[in-house]
């Protein structure tokens, strides 16, 4: 057993174990969570997902092992930097996030609760007794028009087809393809 | 770079007495918005200043920052709850208003791009008999929002005409019956419109939208008609003949057509002559729309498709030539992309627009009924389910009841995917106030409702046309063009005064 894995802790030797080996042409770098925090960590390994392929692990409450590679047309030499850019911002986005958290719900209660006091809907559902006897009997013959019509109109149809709708696009290229070979 | 953009090197913040905020940053300027809708755009070294807490109150910086919200202990509450509430009110209106019923799948066309899964114009088993138009219009009118947009979708709906007329008036009745405001568009490629039916339609005050892509070579190459023949002069000779219907008589106005174009690979290099042909016929606005990689398009998206990038591009170039026509006086034409956003940015006011919204639209907001009487949260996703995967169904109509469809799985399962505080990026994004996912879109790209927004095509789309949109801003010139746009813009359909109320609707019949 070599000094090195017997100086390793088992914390940390347990997902080293998992690990998968990262790309030939990636990276991989450990974070400090206590400097950075795991919040801006996984947002910033989020975002660095339009230019790499990201894998994390560790324990999430003292470090996130980060492995990187890049996807095409990305330089590996520079996901590093872009991470760091992308975690400090995260650090800032972070910490307004969470430090003015009470305000935004604050400001989303009030808002609530002026929707609240406008009048509400209208009670909805019309159903068909709250039609008066000339509507439904308007409605009665309306059915049964339509009805007449379609039967017209499927009657027409086995005899007739003036706009040229009823073959399939199919076989119009069939007639094409066959016009255009003779 | 990072999508989000990353803090100036070297930078020392203190978040001490920082309200809530989200940046971005532009270079040599940087924007701050924050939940309530509210921004600023600052110079780089006044948001160093900014951040490092160096802006004495003496400083007219102070006050600017003070009175948008962004220093927290100077922060007045009901005014930005007010504020807040003006711009997400559709979070607080129960039920959704839009409701997009397919009368049948049938199409005469067949588009290359077709999101809409449709069949052959033979598949008559594809249309919605009455029995389900009734149940559907039942089910619409047993959900709770007060306003009511029912809009015909196909296929070709026209195919399935006396459907159309049934539901129109049916929903009319029922509407005026339960004291409903009811709104009837009708989606259609024109190539089977009559006078007839127009007249009808104007009776009725349905609104009609159509599809054109461009000029005659790119529109046919799009959406090519079935069995041959040119499909884009119909669309032109009904938009002219309904747009000159309506200037010769006034009480027509309201029923200006609208056409949607959707953007291919082929449609690209040609904005300048897409916008041209959109003014010649006297629209008012065109609405550059990506391509989305639903349905058919995404079977043969390596044809027709882009990235991201591509589209992003194409709408700057776009929307410069726009502006460029109405700067010179050339033309008064506007994009309704920039609309939307503008109404969200500029007036802090929701445009009612399902796509860019949250939680999404999908349920809360809108519905689609299939011909054969099943729900679903959107038309995208319906059309995900022609594709064999019946994920996004919510219900049926005649079986179950809109306290099931809301409390469907799949239902919360897509509001809770769209949220955008609880998105990794989105919640730190500078656009979250105005932003929206898509759980559909996503599903299909990333197979995961909330999808994976670092690598998204959506938020890449998204986050673009904003950038856009906020360096215009700045431009002193753009920013009266907009400020007009505002002004004239009809975008806010769902509470918009001069669409007649049912009583005109009834008096013009």
């Not at chain 2, 009511?148 to 007329?165: A, D, R, S, T, Y």
């Not at chain 2, 309704?336 to 627009?353: Q, Y």
């Amino acid at each position: 057993m070599s000094p090195k894995k017997k100086s390793r802790p088992a914390a940390s030797r347990k997902p080293a174990a998992k690990k998968k080996a990262a790309p030939s042409s990636g990276l991989v770098f450990t974070l400090d969570l206590k400097k950075s925090g795991l919040e801006p960590a996984l947002g910033a390994a989020y975002l660095m997902m339009d230019r790499a392929w990201v894998a994390l692990e560790g324990d999430k409450v003292k470090t996130l092992i980060v492995a990187l590679a890049p996807k095409p047309g990305v330089k590996a030499a520079d996901l590093r930097a872009d991470f760091e850019a992308e975690l400090a911002s995260q650090r800032l986005r972070w910490a307004v996030a969470k430090a003015n958290r009470g305000v935004r719900e604050f400001v989303a209660e009030n808002a609530v609760a002026l929707a609240q006091q406008k009048p509400a809907a209208p009670a909805a559902e019309a159903a068909p007794e709250q039609l008066t006897d000339e509507q439904r009997s308007e409605i009665e013959r309306l059915i049964a028009e339509v009805e007449s019509e379609i039967k017209d109109m499927n009657a027409k149809k086995a005899v007739a087809d003036p706009k040229g709708v009823s073959p399939s696009w199919e076989a119009q290229q069939e007639t094409q393809k066959g016009g255009a070979k003779e | 770079m990072s999508r989000l953009t990353s803090l100036p090197a070297g930078l020392k913040a203190d978040p001490k007495g920082l309200g809530p905020f989200n940046f971005r940053d532009f270079g040599a300027w940087v924007l701050l918005t924050n939940d309530w809708g509210r921004w600023l755009m600052l110079d780089k070294p006044d948001f160093e200043r900014f951040l490092s807490g160096r802006v004495p109150e003496s400083d007219p910086l102070h006050a600017e920052l003070a009175s948008r919200g962004f220093l927290s202990g100077r922060l007045d509450f009901p005014d930005l709850a007010a504020s807040y509430l003006k711009q997400t009110g559709f979070r607080h209106i129960p039920g959704p208003s839009l409701h997009m019923m397919v009368v049948t799948l049938r199409c005469n066309q067949k588009c290359q791009y077709c999101h809409s899964s449709v069949v052959d114009p033979s598949r008559t088993d594809t249309d919605m008999d009455l029995e389900t138009a009734k149940k559907t219009v039942d089910f619409i009118f047993s959900t709770p929002n007060p306003s009511i947009c029912i809009e015909f979708q196909g296929g070709e709906p026209l195919l399935n005409w006396p459907v159309v007329k049934f539901v129109v008036k049916y929903a009319r009745a029922k509407a005026k019956a339960a004291n409903r405001r009811l709104i009837l568009a009708l989606v259609n490629n024109f190539t089977l419109m009559t006078d007839d039916k127009l007249a009808f339609l104007e009776e009725n005050a349905v609104s009609i939208c159509t599809s054109l892509d461009g000029p005659a070579d790119l529109h046919n190459k799009n959406r090519p008609f079935l069995g041959g023949g040119e499909a884009q002069p119909k669309v032109v000779s009904w938009l002219s003949k309904i747009m000159d219907r309506a200037k010769a008589d006034p009480s027509k106005r309201h029923y200006l057509p609208s056409a949607l174009m959707t953007t291919t690979r082929f449609s690209l290099p040609r904005g300048r002559e897409i916008v041209d042909l959109y003014a010649s016929l006297g629209m008012d606005q065109i609405f550059l729309r990506p391509l989305s990689p639903i349905g058919y398009a995404k079977r043969v998206w390596h044809e027709i498709g882009y990235d991201a990038a591509d589209f992003v591009r194409f709408y700057e170039d776009t929307l410069d030539y726009i502006l460029e026509l109405n700067a010179t006086g050339k033309g008064t034409i506007m994009e309704r992309n920039a609309l939307i956003l503008l109404t969200k940015i500029v007036k802090g006011e929701d445009p009612g627009f399902m796509d860019l919204r949250w939680p999404a639209g999908a349920v809360l907001g809108c519905l689609a009924y299939n011909y054969d009487g099943r729900i679903f949260v959107s038309d995208e996703g319906r059309m995900v389910d022609h594709q064999g995967d019946p994920l996004f169904q919510v219900g049926v109509v005649g079986r179950d009841s809109w306290h099931e469809v809301l409390d469907h799985p799949t239902a919360r399962a897509c509001a809770a995917a769209s949220n955008l505080e609880t998105q990794p990026m989105c919640g730190q994004c500078a656009y979250k106030p105005w932003c929206g996912a898509e759980p559909v879109f996503h599903y299909e790209m990333q197979r995961s409702v909330a999808g994976q927004m670092p690598t998204s095509p959506w938020c890449f789309t998204h986050m673009g046309i904003f950038d856009a949109l906020m360096k215009r801003l700045r431009d002193p010139q753009a920013r009266r063009i907009f400020d007009a746009w505002l002004v004239r813009d009809q975008c806010k359909w769902q509470e918009n005064d001069i669409i007649p109320s049912d009583d005109a609707v009834e008096a013009a019949s």
